[in-house]
């Protein structure tokens, strides 16, 4: 088809339609689902409809979901702007296409209070859009191009750092699919069960179902039971649910292969990727979570692959590879997990041994419940108990070694998932939300002088030297370029007496401009005085992590190539 639309989906069929309403030089703005820009049904949309159109701009607007429009709908939008091409012009790879993904949290003007009149939980109505500096990124037409999601969704939560790190990785590694194809391993999506309750399957008839004897009295997990604890490496009792011996059923030819990886060992994986447990005993694999066997029945690389798949990199993985995370649902799909990379595969029983001794010591450990929702904005990774802390430290450490990362790779990891993660779906998460500590402010300017420093050389004479002065609410980091090798080893955090404090108070009130009725632009600031460059930035821990001191780095060094070249 010359014009293709996903899931028969009517707002790409208009998207295509609505241009030949236009005079010759009209433009389209429509408002969209925007899982148009991510899910896989819609690829073939995206790879002919940039190419037929010159799109200049898009804003995902899927963060602000649970506050736009007043709460009438609540599907993720993005906004399209566009234009037909004329007959002669041919599109150009490098082709720039702006996207602006704006964050609750950066929405100042109806963001909620933390005191007041409002709670930290309420969602406000949002009557005007504040455009951050931050929030927008250019992508290329080549890049969207090719109709993978993946784009997308690092404009909107990644960095180009990422994606290389994914790549990379996915070239270095194993994948699960190709472990599937030399038959290490066999992954399915749980069963789908009939004749559970009374009320269920009308719709059905005799002959469309089979008869699963198999599941007769046996354990199934109960994933809701789960739903507010994090950390599990064993099942606790109340989420295995034993059956009634009534004969169950399951719709015909749909029961083989999910049957299989019910079977013991096995490891069985969440749908919203939060656990990943390995047991030794016949449960049933509910609808949309993932089991995954070893056909040689290998349990001690299943236990290694449990706590891999329970990591801070797996999470972070399937979070940039699975199109609904972080956009409209938290479920990923089996095609995402399939794409792991794992470098667990070639390892001996003996190299495999660190794995499956800290397996034992985590099962011991109980899960960990996640607060109530009382006065507390409820976060995806709340604060381990110290009986695990240091075994999900020692977790991750495995991990990285495993993979091969490097330390600014594992930085990448953690701030996504430890820090940016609690913005999701609108949250201000407290791991995103409170003031970085001096220890986090040093580990920013320590990141920020490495990659500065990288991009003059080693050779050069001339190093950074970096300072950062701070109040209760933002701080302004100098960075200032020397000669003095022993200046710029030292790296200064000092709070703001009450003068210098006034004054970055009032600079943040100057930097939210109105721009028209209804919108703000907050505006980066970023001040060049000779050698010294000044970066003024709010005091939320998110814009201290060592992946935004890489960003302002990439940021700083453009600039500076830019006024050179000028």
């Keep these: 088809a010359t014009s293709p639309v996903g899931m028969y989906q009517v707002a790409q069929a208009f998207a295509w339609a609505a241009p030949r309403l236009l005079k010759p030089d009209g433009e389209c703005g429509l408002l969209v689902p925007a899982m148009g820009l991510f899910e896989e049904p819609s690829a073939g949309f995206r790879r002919a409809f940039f190419r037929h159109f010159q799109v200049h701009g898009v804003a995902n607007f899927a963060n602000l979901a649970e506050v736009l429009f007043d709460a009438r709908a609540r599907v993720p939008a993005a906004a399209l702007f566009y234009r037909p091409r004329s007959e002669d012009e041919l599109p150009s790879p490098d082709e720039p296409i702006t996207t602006f993904s704006p964050f609750v949290v950066n929405q100042e003007a109806t963001r909620p209070l933390e005191t007041g009149e409002r709670s930290k939980r309420e969602r406000s109505k949002l009557w005007s859009l504040t455009v951050n500096g931050s929030e927008i990124r250019t992508l290329s037409l080549a890049e969207v191009a090719t109709g993978s999601g993946l784009p997308w969704k690092l404009a909107m939560w990644g960095t180009?750092?990422?994606?290389?790190?994914?790549?990379?990785?996915?070239?270095?590694?194993?994948?699960?699919?190709?472990?599937?194809?030399?038959?290490?391993?066999?992954?399915?999506?749980?069963?789908?069960?009939?004749?559970?309750?009374?009320?269920?399957?009308d719709e059905f008839i005799e002959e469309d179902l089979d008869e699963v004897a198999e599941a007769k009295g046996q354990l199934i997990l109960d994933v809701d039971a789960l739903k507010r604890m994090r950390d599990v490496f064993s099942f606790p009792q109340p989420a295995l649910v034993r059956l009634d011996r009534k004969p169950k059923f399951a719709r015909k030819g749909r029961a083989k292969l999910p049957l299989k990886v019910c079977r013991a060992p096995h490891v069985i994986v969440s749908a919203a990727r939060n656990f990943a447990v390995y047991s030794d005993e016949f449960i049933i694999v509910p609808p949309r979570q993932i089991g995954i066997i070893s056909p040689s029945d290998d349990d001690a690389f299943l236990k290694a692959l449990s706590l891999f798949l329970s990591s801070d990199f797996a999470y972070y993985h399937q979070f940039i590879r699975s199109t609904e995370l972080g956009v409209k649902r938290d479920r990923a799909t089996l095609a995402a997990l399939r794409q792991m990379p794992v470098p667990l595969a070639h390892l001996s029983r003996a190299e495999l041994r660190p794995w499956t001794d800290l397996h034992a010591r985590l099962v011991k450990c109980q899960p960990r419940h996640l607060h109530e929702e009382d006065d507390r904005e409820p976060t995806l990774f709340e604060e381990a108990p110290e009986d695990s802390k240091a075994l999900l430290i020692e977790l991750n450490r495995l991990t990285a070694e495993a993979l091969g990362l490097a330390?600014?790779?594992?930085?990448?990891?953690?701030?996504?998932?430890?820090?940016?993660?609690?913005?999701?779906?609108?949250?201000?998460?407290?791991?995103?939300?409170?003031?970085?500590?001096?220890?986090?402010?040093?580990?920013?300017?320590?990141?920020?002088?490495?990659?500065?420093?990288?991009?003059?050389?080693?050779?050069?004479?001339?190093?950074?030297?970096?300072?950062?002065?701070?109040?209760?609410?933002?701080?302004?980091?100098?960075?200032?370029?020397?000669?003095?090798?022993?200046?710029?080893?030292?790296?200064?955090?000092?709070?703001?007496?009450?003068?210098?404090?006034?004054?970055?108070?009032?600079?943040?009130?100057?930097?939210?401009?109105?721009?028209?009725?209804?919108?703000?632009?907050?505006?980066?600031l970023r001040v060049y005085r000779g050698r010294q460059t000044y970066l003024f930035k709010p005091l939320h821990r998110f814009h201290w992590t060592e992946s935004a001191a890489m960003m302002d780095a990439g940021q700083l060094i453009a600039e500076t190539i830019g006024s050179a070249s000028a």
């Design 160 to 201: 180009p750092w990422d994606e290389r790190l994914i790549k990379r990785l996915e070239r270095k590694w194993d994948s699960l699919k190709s472990l599937e194809g030399t038959e290490r391993l066999l992954l399915s999506e749980g069963l789908q069960l009939r004749g559970l309750n009374e009320d269920q399957d």
């Design 407 to 524: 330390a600014r790779e594992r930085a990448l990891i953690h701030d996504l998932v430890q820090v940016r993660l609690a913005l999701n779906d609108g949250k201000r998460g407290a791991p995103a939300m409170r003031p970085p500590t001096p220890p986090e402010l040093r580990t920013y300017a320590k990141r920020l002088k490495t990659e500065l420093d990288g991009f003059v050389g080693a050779d050069s004479n001339r190093l950074h030297r970096v300072s950062i002065v701070h109040e209760r609410d933002s701080a302004m980091i100098e960075v200032d370029f020397t000669t003095d090798r022993r200046a710029a080893g030292e790296i200064a955090i000092l709070p703001a007496d009450r003068d210098t404090a006034a004054a970055l108070r009032k600079t943040r009130d100057k930097l939210l401009r109105e721009h028209a009725q209804w919108v703000y632009f907050k505006r980066d």
